[in-house]
């Protein structure tokens, strides 16, 4: 079986709303895509990208596996309204993606295939 990762550019995500940029993430991860997000989403939209993924969780699909670099600097507005965004995030199947590392320079993770 092969797994596919797909590299999302910042560009690609920047014209959708947030609603639009969660079901494309969501709609693709449920096709057992590996997504790599060159711009990663806020804490706002992974919260809200996990409580969609829980109304769907059945025993086709697993749910997601979600991992984040925070950006390090913050601007003042990003601090006064605590809109930081991530560097960059992976996201994918749960029964495909498992995190085994992560500090603030790496994330290791293995992609599990034939299920």
Known sequence: MEVKVNFISEEKLNGLTMEEKLEFILKEVKKGQILVLERGLTAEEQAKLIEMTMKKVND??????????????????????????????????????????????????VIVSGR
């Open 60 to 109: 086709k699909f697993a749910g997601i596996e979600m991992e984040s670099y925070m950006a390090e600097k913050q601007n003042f507005w990003q601090k006064l309204f605590g809109k930081s965004r991530a560097r960059m995030t992976i996201v994918g199947p749960a029964d495909k993606l498992k995190t085994i590392y992560k500090d603030k320079e790496v994330i290791k993770a």
